[in-house]
Protein backbone atom coordinates (compact mmCIF):
# COMPACT_ATOMS: atom_id res chain seq x y z
CA UNK A 1 0.00 0.00 0.00
CA UNK A 2 3.08 2.22 0.41
CA UNK A 3 3.50 2.36 -3.30
CA UNK A 4 0.01 4.11 -3.86
CA UNK A 5 0.98 7.14 -1.83
CA UNK A 6 2.51 8.63 -5.23
CA UNK A 7 -1.50 8.83 -6.02
CA UNK A 8 -1.68 12.03 -3.95
CA UNK A 9 -0.76 14.62 -6.80
CA UNK A 10 -1.07 17.83 -5.20
CA UNK A 11 -2.29 19.45 -1.72
CA UNK A 12 -3.61 22.66 -2.10
CA UNK A 13 -3.55 24.26 1.26
CA UNK A 14 -6.32 27.37 2.20
CA UNK A 15 -5.11 27.90 5.40
CA UNK A 16 -4.42 31.49 6.58
CA UNK A 17 -4.28 32.60 3.56
CA UNK A 18 -4.49 36.30 4.61
CA UNK A 19 -1.15 35.87 5.56
CA UNK A 20 0.60 34.49 2.34
CA UNK A 21 1.79 36.39 -0.87
CA UNK A 22 1.58 40.25 0.46
CA UNK A 23 4.08 41.44 -2.03
CA UNK A 24 1.16 40.54 -4.97
CA UNK A 25 -1.93 41.18 -2.41
CA UNK A 26 -1.91 45.16 -2.27
CA UNK A 27 -1.17 45.73 -6.02
CA UNK A 28 -3.93 42.75 -7.28
CA UNK A 29 -6.32 44.47 -5.06
CA UNK A 30 -5.50 47.61 -6.18
CA UNK A 31 -5.38 47.15 -10.18
CA UNK A 32 -7.65 44.25 -10.55
CA UNK A 33 -10.19 43.51 -8.11
CA UNK A 34 -11.85 47.41 -8.24
CA UNK A 35 -12.59 47.84 -11.84
CA UNK A 36 -13.32 43.91 -12.51
CA UNK A 37 -15.98 43.61 -9.18
CA UNK A 38 -17.72 46.46 -10.77
CA UNK A 39 -17.91 45.00 -14.52
CA UNK A 40 -17.72 41.19 -14.29
CA UNK A 41 -20.14 40.28 -12.02
CA UNK A 42 -21.26 37.53 -11.75
CA UNK A 43 -20.40 36.86 -15.13
CA UNK A 44 -16.90 36.14 -17.05
CA UNK A 45 -14.41 35.46 -14.18
CA UNK A 46 -16.42 36.79 -11.01
CA UNK A 47 -15.46 34.52 -8.27
CA UNK A 48 -16.96 34.55 -4.59
CA UNK A 49 -14.86 33.49 -1.36
CA UNK A 50 -16.35 32.36 1.81
CA UNK A 51 -16.24 32.83 5.59
CA UNK A 52 -19.28 30.69 5.81
CA UNK A 53 -22.48 29.30 4.45
CA UNK A 54 -23.68 32.83 4.59
CA UNK A 55 -21.16 35.08 3.77
CA UNK A 56 -19.25 35.83 0.82
CA UNK A 57 -17.01 38.69 -0.74
CA UNK A 58 -16.23 38.76 -4.22
CA UNK A 59 -12.65 38.21 -6.20
CA UNK A 60 -12.46 38.39 -10.26
CA UNK A 61 -8.93 35.99 -10.60
CA UNK A 62 -9.80 35.48 -13.89
CA UNK A 63 -6.34 35.83 -16.05
CA UNK A 64 -4.63 36.90 -12.60
CA UNK A 65 -5.30 34.00 -10.66
CA UNK A 66 -1.79 32.59 -11.56
CA UNK A 67 0.25 35.83 -9.86
CA UNK A 68 -1.21 33.41 -6.67
CA UNK A 69 0.31 30.22 -7.66
CA UNK A 70 3.92 29.59 -5.63
CA UNK A 71 5.04 26.62 -8.05
CA UNK A 72 7.99 25.39 -6.11
CA UNK A 73 5.69 24.55 -3.25
CA UNK A 74 2.53 23.40 -4.98
CA UNK A 75 0.22 26.24 -3.06
CA UNK A 76 -1.91 28.08 -4.11
CA UNK A 77 -3.30 31.05 -1.91
CA UNK A 78 -7.00 32.51 -1.77
CA UNK A 79 -6.13 36.06 -1.51
CA UNK A 80 -9.43 35.54 1.03
CA UNK A 81 -8.13 39.04 2.94
CA UNK A 82 -10.18 41.56 4.81
CA UNK A 83 -11.86 43.81 2.26
CA UNK A 84 -13.87 46.97 2.76
CA UNK A 85 -15.53 46.12 -0.80
CA UNK A 86 -19.00 44.58 -0.14
CA UNK A 87 -21.50 43.00 -2.22
CA UNK A 88 -24.03 45.23 -2.60
CA UNK A 89 -26.35 43.12 -5.13
CA UNK A 90 -26.37 40.27 -7.43
CA UNK A 91 -28.64 39.26 -10.45
CA UNK A 92 -31.68 37.31 -9.48
CA UNK A 93 -31.42 33.87 -9.91
CA UNK A 94 -34.16 31.59 -10.04
CA UNK A 95 -32.51 28.31 -8.85
CA UNK A 96 -35.73 25.89 -8.85
CA UNK A 97 -35.11 26.25 -12.68
CA UNK A 98 -31.43 24.31 -12.57
CA UNK A 99 -33.14 21.07 -11.64
CA UNK A 100 -33.53 18.54 -13.65
CA UNK A 101 -35.16 15.58 -12.13
CA UNK A 102 -32.25 14.06 -9.71
CA UNK A 103 -29.82 16.21 -11.27
CA UNK A 104 -28.77 19.84 -11.62
CA UNK A 105 -28.12 21.57 -15.18
CA UNK A 106 -27.53 25.01 -16.92
CA UNK A 107 -26.45 27.24 -19.37
CA UNK A 108 -22.47 27.71 -18.29
CA UNK A 109 -20.84 29.04 -21.45
CA UNK A 110 -22.32 31.84 -23.55
CA UNK A 111 -22.40 31.40 -27.49
CA UNK A 112 -25.88 29.77 -27.96
CA UNK A 113 -28.23 32.40 -29.16
CA UNK A 114 -31.69 32.38 -26.63
CA UNK A 115 -29.76 30.64 -24.04
CA UNK A 116 -28.09 33.03 -21.50
CA UNK A 117 -25.78 31.97 -19.06
CA UNK A 118 -27.44 30.83 -15.90
CA UNK A 119 -24.92 28.40 -14.45
CA UNK A 120 -22.76 31.05 -13.13
CA UNK A 121 -19.35 30.79 -10.81
CA UNK A 122 -21.20 32.87 -7.68
CA UNK A 123 -24.66 29.92 -8.44
CA UNK A 124 -22.01 27.12 -8.39
CA UNK A 125 -20.38 28.41 -5.49
CA UNK A 126 -23.76 29.04 -3.57
CA UNK A 127 -24.80 25.61 -4.95
CA UNK A 128 -21.68 24.12 -3.38
CA UNK A 129 -21.81 25.61 0.23
CA UNK A 130 -25.76 24.55 0.20
CA UNK A 131 -24.69 20.68 -0.52
CA UNK A 132 -21.90 21.01 2.08
CA UNK A 133 -24.42 22.72 5.07
CA UNK A 134 -26.94 19.36 3.85
CA UNK A 135 -23.93 17.13 4.35
CA UNK A 136 -22.89 18.68 7.60
CA UNK A 137 -26.43 18.35 8.72
CA UNK A 138 -26.57 14.72 7.23
CA UNK A 139 -23.06 13.11 8.65
CA UNK A 140 -22.83 15.61 11.87
CA UNK A 141 -22.75 12.39 14.27
CA UNK A 142 -20.95 9.88 11.36
CA UNK A 143 -17.30 11.27 11.80
CA UNK A 144 -15.01 13.03 14.04
CA UNK A 145 -12.64 14.09 11.49
CA UNK A 146 -13.73 17.11 9.18
CA UNK A 147 -16.45 16.00 6.56
CA UNK A 148 -14.40 15.48 3.21
CA UNK A 149 -16.38 15.76 -1.04
CA UNK A 150 -14.61 14.56 -4.04
CA UNK A 151 -15.52 16.77 -6.93
CA UNK A 152 -15.15 15.57 -10.41
CA UNK A 153 -15.87 16.20 -14.14
CA UNK A 154 -16.30 15.19 -17.41
CA UNK A 155 -14.53 16.87 -20.76
CA UNK A 156 -16.70 20.05 -20.96
CA UNK A 157 -14.90 23.41 -21.42
CA UNK A 158 -16.76 25.24 -18.35
CA UNK A 159 -15.59 22.39 -16.25
CA UNK A 160 -12.26 23.88 -14.77
CA UNK A 161 -14.12 26.76 -14.08
CA UNK A 162 -16.98 25.01 -12.03
CA UNK A 163 -14.61 22.76 -10.31
CA UNK A 164 -12.87 26.20 -8.82
CA UNK A 165 -16.09 27.50 -7.64
CA UNK A 166 -17.41 24.77 -6.77
CA UNK A 167 -14.42 24.21 -4.57
CA UNK A 168 -14.19 27.41 -3.25
CA UNK A 169 -17.83 26.91 -1.91
CA UNK A 170 -17.12 23.41 0.19
CA UNK A 171 -13.70 25.01 1.52
CA UNK A 172 -15.64 28.09 2.77
CA UNK A 173 -18.49 26.21 4.42
CA UNK A 174 -16.00 24.19 6.67
CA UNK A 175 -15.24 21.01 4.55
CA UNK A 176 -12.39 19.34 2.88
CA UNK A 177 -12.42 18.92 -0.96
CA UNK A 178 -10.61 16.04 -2.78
CA UNK A 179 -10.05 16.77 -6.60
CA UNK A 180 -10.50 13.86 -9.08
CA UNK A 181 -10.06 15.94 -12.41
CA UNK A 182 -11.09 14.29 -15.72
CA UNK A 183 -13.24 11.46 -13.60
CA UNK A 184 -16.98 9.68 -14.46
CA UNK A 185 -20.08 9.81 -12.66
CA UNK A 186 -19.77 5.92 -11.50
CA UNK A 187 -15.83 6.64 -10.01
CA UNK A 188 -17.75 9.48 -7.61
CA UNK A 189 -20.61 7.45 -6.72
CA UNK A 190 -17.70 5.17 -5.93
CA UNK A 191 -15.16 7.34 -4.29
CA UNK A 192 -18.03 7.60 -1.52
CA UNK A 193 -17.36 3.52 -0.80
CA UNK A 194 -14.14 2.87 -1.39
CA UNK A 195 -12.14 2.46 1.94
CA UNK A 196 -8.96 3.40 1.68
CA UNK A 197 -7.42 6.12 3.66
CA UNK A 198 -4.37 6.71 0.98
CA UNK A 199 -6.95 7.75 -1.23
CA UNK A 200 -8.40 9.60 1.00
CA UNK A 201 -11.44 7.58 1.07
CA UNK A 202 -14.14 7.44 1.58
CA UNK A 203 -15.13 10.71 0.64
CA UNK A 204 -18.41 12.03 2.90
CA UNK A 205 -20.20 13.33 -0.48
CA UNK A 206 -18.91 13.25 -4.06
CA UNK A 207 -20.10 16.34 -6.70
CA UNK A 208 -19.75 15.42 -10.56
CA UNK A 209 -19.94 18.40 -12.98
CA UNK A 210 -21.56 16.98 -16.13
CA UNK A 211 -24.18 17.74 -18.13
CA UNK A 212 -23.98 13.78 -19.90
CA UNK A 213 -24.59 14.26 -23.44
CA UNK A 214 -26.12 17.98 -24.40
CA UNK A 215 -24.18 20.45 -26.23
CA UNK A 216 -20.95 22.18 -24.95
CA UNK A 217 -22.72 25.03 -23.60
CA UNK A 218 -24.33 23.26 -20.95
CA UNK A 219 -22.90 22.05 -17.50
CA UNK A 220 -24.38 20.66 -14.08
CA UNK A 221 -24.10 19.02 -10.89
CA UNK A 222 -24.92 15.19 -9.66
CA UNK A 223 -24.37 14.57 -6.16
CA UNK A 224 -23.74 11.61 -4.09
CA UNK A 225 -23.35 9.80 -0.82
CA UNK A 226 -22.72 6.48 0.43
CA UNK A 227 -26.43 5.85 0.06
CA UNK A 228 -26.66 6.80 -3.75
CA UNK A 229 -27.59 9.48 -5.91
CA UNK A 230 -29.57 12.11 -4.16
CA UNK A 231 -33.57 11.99 -5.26
CA UNK A 232 -35.44 14.96 -6.52
CA UNK A 233 -36.45 16.67 -3.04
CA UNK A 234 -33.11 16.33 -1.83
CA UNK A 235 -31.91 18.14 -4.63
CA UNK A 236 -34.76 20.82 -4.72
CA UNK A 237 -34.19 21.29 -1.05
CA UNK A 238 -30.18 22.31 -1.79
CA UNK A 239 -31.10 24.53 -4.57
CA UNK A 240 -33.53 26.34 -2.05
CA UNK A 241 -31.08 26.66 0.41
CA UNK A 242 -28.56 27.89 -2.59
CA UNK A 243 -30.93 30.46 -3.35
CA UNK A 244 -31.09 31.71 0.26
CA UNK A 245 -27.12 31.73 0.61
CA UNK A 246 -26.82 33.45 -2.43
CA UNK A 247 -29.36 36.58 -1.12
CA UNK A 248 -27.89 36.78 2.02
CA UNK A 249 -24.51 37.23 0.31
CA UNK A 250 -25.46 40.27 -1.50
CA UNK A 251 -26.93 41.81 2.45
CA UNK A 252 -23.59 40.80 4.19
CA UNK A 253 -20.91 40.87 1.75
CA UNK A 254 -18.06 40.41 5.02
CA UNK A 255 -14.70 38.40 4.51
CA UNK A 256 -12.73 37.36 7.29
CA UNK A 257 -10.39 34.80 5.50
CA UNK A 258 -10.13 32.39 7.93
CA UNK A 259 -10.10 29.00 6.10
CA UNK A 260 -8.82 25.94 7.61
CA UNK A 261 -9.99 23.51 4.84
CA UNK A 262 -8.12 22.08 2.29
CA UNK A 263 -8.18 21.02 -1.43
CA UNK A 264 -6.00 17.86 -2.40
CA UNK A 265 -5.78 16.50 -5.72
CA UNK A 266 -6.04 12.79 -6.22
CA UNK A 267 -5.54 10.54 -8.79
CA UNK A 268 -8.87 8.49 -7.70
CA UNK A 269 -9.15 7.16 -11.65
CA UNK A 270 -6.17 4.97 -11.23
CA UNK A 271 -7.85 3.09 -8.23
CA UNK A 272 -11.23 2.44 -10.16
CA UNK A 273 -10.05 1.45 -13.10
CA UNK A 274 -7.84 -1.63 -11.40
CA UNK A 275 -11.36 -2.52 -9.81
CA UNK A 276 -12.61 -3.10 -13.10
CA UNK A 277 -9.42 -4.82 -14.27
CA UNK A 278 -10.05 -7.60 -11.13
CA UNK A 279 -13.56 -8.10 -11.76
CA UNK A 280 -12.49 -9.35 -15.17
CA UNK A 281 -9.84 -11.51 -14.24
CA UNK A 282 -12.04 -12.81 -11.30
CA UNK A 283 -14.75 -13.78 -14.11
CA UNK A 284 -12.05 -15.46 -16.07
CA UNK A 285 -10.89 -17.85 -12.89
CA UNK A 286 -8.36 -15.53 -12.36
CA UNK A 287 -6.27 -15.38 -15.43
CA UNK A 288 -4.23 -12.41 -15.80
CA UNK A 289 -4.99 -11.30 -19.36
CA UNK A 290 -8.63 -13.16 -20.00
CA UNK A 291 -8.82 -10.94 -23.11
CA UNK A 292 -5.73 -11.91 -25.02
CA UNK A 293 -6.15 -12.00 -29.04
CA UNK A 294 -9.47 -10.26 -28.41
CA UNK A 295 -9.77 -6.81 -30.66
CA UNK A 296 -12.17 -4.43 -29.03
CA UNK A 297 -12.76 -0.44 -30.21
CA UNK A 298 -13.73 2.34 -27.64
CA UNK A 299 -15.60 5.46 -29.06
CA UNK A 300 -15.03 7.84 -26.21
CA UNK A 301 -17.21 10.58 -28.17
CA UNK A 302 -14.32 12.97 -27.09
CA UNK A 303 -15.81 12.82 -22.94
CA UNK A 304 -14.34 11.18 -20.10
CA UNK A 305 -14.16 7.46 -20.95
CA UNK A 306 -11.04 7.47 -22.81
CA UNK A 307 -9.20 5.85 -19.80
CA UNK A 308 -11.31 2.58 -20.68
CA UNK A 309 -8.80 1.11 -23.70
CA UNK A 310 -5.66 1.89 -22.02
CA UNK A 311 -6.12 1.45 -18.29
CA UNK A 312 -9.03 -1.42 -18.52
CA UNK A 313 -8.55 -3.41 -22.11
CA UNK A 314 -5.03 -2.99 -22.51
CA UNK A 315 -4.46 -4.49 -18.83
CA UNK A 316 -7.03 -7.66 -20.00
CA UNK A 317 -4.46 -8.30 -23.14
CA UNK A 318 -7.14 -6.97 -25.54
CA UNK A 319 -5.91 -5.27 -28.94
CA UNK A 320 -7.68 -1.52 -28.83
CA UNK A 321 -6.47 -0.30 -32.14
CA UNK A 322 -8.94 1.89 -34.02
CA UNK A 323 -10.25 3.29 -30.84
CA UNK A 324 -11.22 6.54 -31.65
CA UNK A 325 -11.99 9.99 -30.08
CA UNK A 326 -10.36 9.06 -26.70
CA UNK A 327 -9.27 12.43 -26.15
CA UNK A 328 -11.25 14.78 -23.78
CA UNK A 329 -12.47 18.12 -25.86
CA UNK A 330 -15.70 19.87 -24.98
CA UNK A 331 -16.54 20.90 -28.05
CA UNK A 332 -17.13 17.42 -28.96
CA UNK A 333 -16.39 17.73 -32.96
CA UNK A 334 -17.04 13.76 -34.13
CA UNK A 335 -20.25 13.16 -32.68
CA UNK A 336 -22.61 13.55 -29.65
CA UNK A 337 -21.67 11.13 -26.90
CA UNK A 338 -24.65 9.48 -27.09
CA UNK A 339 -25.30 6.18 -27.20
CA UNK A 340 -29.04 6.28 -28.39
CA UNK A 341 -27.87 8.83 -31.02
CA UNK A 342 -27.94 7.15 -34.07
CA UNK A 343 -24.71 9.29 -35.88
CA UNK A 344 -22.78 8.06 -32.90
CA UNK A 345 -23.65 4.47 -32.92
CA UNK A 346 -22.96 4.83 -36.95
CA UNK A 347 -19.31 6.05 -36.02
CA UNK A 348 -18.76 2.63 -33.50
CA UNK A 349 -20.10 0.97 -36.29
CA UNK A 350 -17.74 1.99 -39.09
CA UNK A 351 -15.30 1.46 -36.79
CA UNK A 352 -15.63 -1.82 -35.78
CA UNK A 353 -16.43 -3.08 -39.31
CA UNK A 354 -13.79 -1.03 -40.85
CA UNK A 355 -11.42 -2.53 -37.95
CA UNK A 356 -12.23 -6.01 -38.21
CA UNK A 357 -12.71 -5.78 -34.35
CA UNK A 358 -14.67 -8.34 -31.80
CA UNK A 359 -16.36 -5.87 -30.09
CA UNK A 360 -17.11 -1.64 -30.30
CA UNK A 361 -17.77 -0.34 -27.13
CA UNK A 362 -19.36 3.16 -26.93
CA UNK A 363 -19.82 5.59 -24.11
CA UNK A 364 -21.76 8.68 -23.28
CA UNK A 365 -19.66 11.89 -21.85
CA UNK A 366 -19.54 10.87 -18.16
CA UNK A 367 -19.93 7.69 -18.69
CA UNK A 368 -22.74 6.52 -16.44
CA UNK A 369 -24.29 5.24 -19.71
CA UNK A 370 -22.41 2.70 -22.78
CA UNK A 371 -23.77 0.52 -25.47
CA UNK A 372 -21.95 -1.97 -28.12
CA UNK A 373 -21.58 -3.27 -31.00
CA UNK A 374 -20.60 -7.32 -32.04
CA UNK A 375 -17.83 -8.07 -35.28
CA UNK A 376 -21.20 -8.03 -37.35
CA UNK A 377 -21.82 -4.53 -36.98
CA UNK A 378 -24.88 -5.52 -34.64
CA UNK A 379 -26.03 -2.55 -31.91
CA UNK A 380 -26.37 -3.91 -28.57
CA UNK A 381 -28.49 -0.80 -27.45
CA UNK A 382 -31.86 0.62 -26.47
CA UNK A 383 -34.09 -2.64 -26.12
CA UNK A 384 -31.20 -4.73 -27.67
CA UNK A 385 -29.10 -3.89 -24.44
CA UNK A 386 -31.57 -4.38 -21.78
CA UNK A 387 -32.31 -7.91 -23.46
CA UNK A 388 -28.29 -8.91 -23.26
CA UNK A 389 -27.70 -7.58 -19.99
CA UNK A 390 -30.89 -9.29 -18.71
CA UNK A 391 -29.84 -12.73 -20.59
CA UNK A 392 -26.35 -12.63 -18.83
CA UNK A 393 -28.16 -11.37 -15.36
CA UNK A 394 -31.18 -14.10 -15.79
CA UNK A 395 -28.59 -16.61 -16.35
CA UNK A 396 -26.69 -15.69 -12.38
CA UNK A 397 -30.16 -14.97 -10.81
CA UNK A 398 -32.68 -16.98 -12.05
CA UNK A 399 -36.65 -15.79 -12.31
CA UNK A 400 -35.48 -12.03 -10.86
CA UNK A 401 -37.27 -9.08 -12.04
CA UNK A 402 -35.86 -6.41 -14.37
CA UNK A 403 -36.87 -3.22 -14.16
CA UNK A 404 -36.99 -0.98 -17.20
CA UNK A 405 -38.07 2.28 -17.77
CA UNK A 406 -41.86 2.93 -19.77
CA UNK A 407 -40.86 2.94 -23.41
CA UNK A 408 -39.42 -0.62 -23.78
CA UNK A 409 -40.61 -3.11 -26.27
CA UNK A 410 -43.57 -5.76 -25.62
CA UNK A 411 -40.84 -8.05 -27.40
CA UNK A 412 -38.71 -6.92 -24.78
CA UNK A 413 -41.49 -8.03 -22.19
CA UNK A 414 -41.85 -11.55 -24.13
CA UNK A 415 -37.84 -12.33 -24.32
CA UNK A 416 -37.36 -11.52 -20.84
CA UNK A 417 -40.53 -13.48 -19.43
CA UNK A 418 -41.24 -16.53 -21.91
CA UNK A 419 -37.97 -16.73 -23.09
CA UNK A 420 -35.43 -15.73 -20.04
CA UNK A 421 -37.80 -16.83 -17.02
CA UNK A 422 -37.67 -14.34 -15.57
CA UNK A 423 -40.42 -10.79 -14.90
CA UNK A 424 -40.10 -7.47 -16.72
CA UNK A 425 -41.08 -4.64 -14.57
CA UNK A 426 -41.65 -1.97 -17.07
CA UNK A 427 -41.87 1.67 -14.54
CA UNK A 428 -41.40 5.46 -15.39
CA UNK A 429 -38.82 6.80 -17.33
CA UNK A 430 -35.93 8.39 -15.73
CA UNK A 431 -33.00 6.31 -14.37
CA UNK A 432 -33.25 7.22 -10.46
CA UNK A 433 -36.95 6.39 -11.15
CA UNK A 434 -36.25 3.09 -12.63
CA UNK A 435 -33.53 2.05 -10.09
CA UNK A 436 -35.67 3.22 -6.94
CA UNK A 437 -38.24 0.78 -8.20
CA UNK A 438 -35.99 -1.76 -8.21
CA UNK A 439 -34.73 -1.32 -5.13
CA UNK A 440 -38.21 -1.03 -3.40
CA UNK A 441 -39.30 -4.53 -4.84
CA UNK A 442 -36.24 -5.98 -3.12
CA UNK A 443 -37.07 -4.07 0.64
CA UNK A 444 -40.31 -5.87 0.05
CA UNK A 445 -39.42 -9.25 -1.16
CA UNK A 446 -39.64 -9.20 -4.85
CA UNK A 447 -35.82 -9.92 -6.16
CA UNK A 448 -34.75 -7.67 -8.57
CA UNK A 449 -30.94 -7.79 -9.71
CA UNK A 450 -31.39 -5.08 -12.69
CA UNK A 451 -32.74 -1.82 -13.59
CA UNK A 452 -32.06 -0.32 -17.14
CA UNK A 453 -33.42 2.28 -19.02
CA UNK A 454 -33.39 2.32 -22.79
CA UNK A 455 -31.10 5.38 -22.30
CA UNK A 456 -28.42 3.22 -21.18
CA UNK A 457 -28.05 3.64 -17.75
CA UNK A 458 -27.98 0.11 -16.15
CA UNK A 459 -27.66 -0.34 -12.79
CA UNK A 460 -27.26 -4.16 -11.10
CA UNK A 461 -27.68 -4.96 -7.20
CA UNK A 462 -24.23 -6.29 -7.28
CA UNK A 463 -22.57 -3.14 -7.94
CA UNK A 464 -24.72 -1.17 -5.04
CA UNK A 465 -27.07 0.27 -7.65
CA UNK A 466 -25.09 2.39 -9.65
CA UNK A 467 -25.76 3.34 -13.09
CA UNK A 468 -21.96 2.31 -14.40
CA UNK A 469 -21.46 2.55 -17.89
CA UNK A 470 -18.19 0.92 -17.44
CA UNK A 471 -19.12 -1.59 -15.18
CA UNK A 472 -22.33 -2.56 -17.62
CA UNK A 473 -19.41 -2.87 -20.20
CA UNK A 474 -17.33 -5.42 -18.29
CA UNK A 475 -20.10 -7.56 -17.33
CA UNK A 476 -19.79 -8.12 -21.28
CA UNK A 477 -16.46 -8.75 -21.03
CA UNK A 478 -16.75 -11.39 -18.17
CA UNK A 479 -19.36 -13.33 -20.49
CA UNK A 480 -16.53 -12.87 -23.45
CA UNK A 481 -13.79 -14.08 -20.76
CA UNK A 482 -15.21 -16.44 -19.28
CA UNK A 483 -16.52 -18.21 -22.70
CA UNK A 484 -12.95 -18.30 -23.92
CA UNK A 485 -11.56 -20.05 -20.99
CA UNK A 486 -14.28 -22.42 -21.33
CA UNK A 487 -13.34 -23.36 -24.80
CA UNK A 488 -15.16 -21.09 -27.14
CA UNK A 489 -13.10 -18.65 -29.97
CA UNK A 490 -16.24 -17.58 -31.45
CA UNK A 491 -15.99 -13.69 -30.11
CA UNK A 492 -18.78 -11.71 -29.82
CA UNK A 493 -20.98 -14.54 -30.72
CA UNK A 494 -21.49 -15.57 -27.12
CA UNK A 495 -22.97 -12.22 -26.43
CA UNK A 496 -25.43 -12.14 -30.04
CA UNK A 497 -26.04 -15.76 -29.18
CA UNK A 498 -27.67 -14.73 -25.76
CA UNK A 499 -30.34 -12.37 -27.79
CA UNK A 500 -31.76 -14.71 -30.40
CA UNK A 501 -34.97 -14.30 -29.73
CA UNK A 502 -35.60 -10.98 -29.07
CA UNK A 503 -39.09 -10.25 -31.20
CA UNK A 504 -37.77 -6.58 -32.85
CA UNK A 505 -40.42 -4.13 -34.17
CA UNK A 506 -40.28 -3.40 -37.75
CA UNK A 507 -40.99 0.25 -37.26
CA UNK A 508 -39.91 1.93 -33.96
CA UNK A 509 -40.42 5.43 -34.05
CA UNK A 510 -40.55 8.91 -31.05
CA UNK A 511 -42.53 12.09 -32.21
CA UNK A 512 -42.59 14.56 -29.69
CA UNK A 513 -45.26 16.92 -29.33
CA UNK A 514 -44.48 20.23 -28.14
CA UNK A 515 -46.72 22.21 -25.87
CA UNK A 516 -47.14 26.00 -26.66
CA UNK A 517 -46.87 27.91 -23.00
CA UNK A 518 -47.95 30.95 -24.28
CA UNK A 519 -51.26 29.94 -26.10
CA UNK A 520 -54.56 30.73 -24.63
CA UNK A 521 -55.71 27.24 -24.63
CA UNK A 522 -53.66 27.10 -21.68
CA UNK A 523 -55.44 30.43 -19.92
CA UNK A 524 -53.05 30.99 -17.45
CA UNK A 525 -51.83 27.09 -16.27
CA UNK A 526 -49.44 24.88 -16.72
CA UNK A 527 -47.97 22.92 -19.24
CA UNK A 528 -48.16 20.08 -17.18
CA UNK A 529 -51.77 20.45 -16.06
CA UNK A 530 -52.38 20.60 -19.81
CA UNK A 531 -50.36 17.98 -20.73
CA UNK A 532 -52.42 15.93 -17.89
CA UNK A 533 -56.22 17.21 -19.64
CA UNK A 534 -54.38 15.77 -23.19
CA UNK A 535 -53.44 11.98 -21.76
CA UNK A 536 -56.71 12.16 -20.02
CA UNK A 537 -58.78 12.67 -22.80
CA UNK A 538 -56.58 10.17 -25.29
CA UNK A 539 -57.76 7.76 -22.42
CA UNK A 540 -61.19 8.23 -22.65
CA UNK A 541 -61.01 8.14 -26.40
CA UNK A 542 -59.12 4.46 -26.08
CA UNK A 543 -61.50 3.06 -23.74
CA UNK A 544 -64.65 3.86 -25.99
CA UNK A 545 -61.98 1.63 -28.83
CA UNK A 546 -62.65 -2.25 -29.54
CA UNK A 547 -59.85 -2.17 -31.29
CA UNK A 548 -57.25 -1.06 -29.08
CA UNK A 549 -56.57 -2.64 -25.33
CA UNK A 550 -54.69 0.01 -22.81
CA UNK A 551 -51.68 -1.43 -20.96
CA UNK A 552 -53.51 -3.57 -17.63
CA UNK A 553 -50.49 -2.30 -15.63
CA UNK A 554 -49.22 0.71 -16.40
CA UNK A 555 -47.08 3.64 -14.39
CA UNK A 556 -46.85 6.61 -16.87
CA UNK A 557 -48.98 8.23 -19.23
CA UNK A 558 -51.51 5.89 -21.77
CA UNK A 559 -50.28 2.96 -23.23
CA UNK A 560 -52.47 1.02 -25.25
CA UNK A 561 -51.88 -1.49 -27.83
CA UNK A 562 -53.37 -2.71 -31.17
CA UNK A 563 -52.92 -3.54 -34.75
CA UNK A 564 -50.00 -5.83 -33.73
CA UNK A 565 -48.46 -2.55 -32.00
CA UNK A 566 -48.66 -0.12 -29.73
CA UNK A 567 -47.89 3.64 -28.56
CA UNK A 568 -47.02 5.45 -25.48
CA UNK A 569 -47.80 9.30 -25.10
CA UNK A 570 -46.64 10.55 -21.64
CA UNK A 571 -45.65 13.74 -20.26
CA UNK A 572 -41.84 14.77 -20.40
CA UNK A 573 -40.30 14.66 -17.24
CA UNK A 574 -39.45 18.41 -17.46
CA UNK A 575 -39.96 19.70 -20.59
CA UNK A 576 -43.25 21.58 -22.25
CA UNK A 577 -43.44 18.48 -24.51
CA UNK A 578 -45.70 15.03 -25.04
CA UNK A 579 -43.29 12.22 -26.30
CA UNK A 580 -44.97 9.65 -28.85
CA UNK A 581 -43.49 6.38 -29.10
CA UNK A 582 -44.67 4.20 -31.93
CA UNK A 583 -43.88 0.48 -32.26
CA UNK A 584 -45.56 -1.61 -35.11
CA UNK A 585 -44.94 -4.71 -37.13
CA UNK A 586 -45.45 -2.53 -40.86
CA UNK A 587 -45.41 1.24 -41.60
CA UNK A 588 -49.34 0.70 -41.93
CA UNK A 589 -50.13 -0.38 -38.39
CA UNK A 590 -47.93 2.28 -36.95
CA UNK A 591 -49.38 4.83 -39.16
CA UNK A 592 -52.99 3.66 -37.39
CA UNK A 593 -52.19 3.92 -34.35
CA UNK A 594 -50.93 7.55 -34.78
CA UNK A 595 -54.17 8.14 -36.70
CA UNK A 596 -55.56 7.17 -33.18
CA UNK A 597 -53.61 9.26 -31.26
CA UNK A 598 -53.78 12.27 -34.07
CA UNK A 599 -57.88 12.14 -33.92
CA UNK A 600 -58.02 11.98 -29.83
CA UNK A 601 -55.67 15.16 -29.50
CA UNK A 602 -56.93 17.46 -32.51
CA UNK A 603 -59.40 19.44 -29.94
CA UNK A 604 -55.92 20.91 -28.13
CA UNK A 605 -54.72 24.02 -29.81
CA UNK A 606 -51.73 24.63 -27.77
CA UNK A 607 -50.04 21.33 -28.99
CA UNK A 608 -47.58 21.28 -31.39
CA UNK A 609 -48.84 18.26 -33.92
CA UNK A 610 -46.55 18.35 -36.99
CA UNK A 611 -44.37 15.99 -36.18
CA UNK A 612 -47.33 13.58 -36.31
CA UNK A 613 -48.96 15.19 -38.81
CA UNK A 614 -45.88 14.48 -41.34
CA UNK A 615 -45.91 10.70 -40.29
CA UNK A 616 -49.55 9.90 -40.90
CA UNK A 617 -49.21 11.93 -44.38
CA UNK A 618 -45.81 10.32 -45.30
CA UNK A 619 -45.90 8.18 -48.19
Request: net charge neutral.
Amino acid sequence: MAAMSGKIVQNVCLAQCSQQNRQFRTQYQRDSCAPYTRTLLPFHGGKLAWTGISSMQVHTLSKYQSAFVNHGHGTVYCNAVPSATAISSLDKVDFLKLQNGSDIRGVAVAGVEGEPINLTEPVAEAIAAAFAAWLSKKKKADTPRRLRVSIGHDSRISAQTLQDAVSRGITRAGLDVIQYGLASTPAMFNSTLTKDETFLCPADGAIMITASHLPYNRNGFKFFTSAGGLGKAEIKEILERAADVYKRSAAEGSLDGKVSSSVKKIDYMTLYTSDLVKAVRKAAGNIEKPLDGFHIIVDAGNGAGGFFAAKVLEPLGAITTGSQFLEPDGMFPNHIPNPEDKVAMKAITKAVLDNKADLGIIFDTDVDRSAAVDSSGREFNRNRLIALISAIVLEEHPGTTVVTDSVTSDGLTSFIEKNLGGKHRRFKRGYKNVIDEAIRLNSVGEESYLAIETSGHGALKENHWLDDGAYLMVKLLNKLASARASGRSDGSKVLTDLVEGLEEPAVAVELRLKINQSHPDLKGGSFRDYGEAVLEHLENSVNSNPKLQKAPVNYEGVRVSGFGGWFLLRLSLHDPVLPLNIEAPSNDDAVKLALTVAAAVKGFHALDTSALDKFVQAP
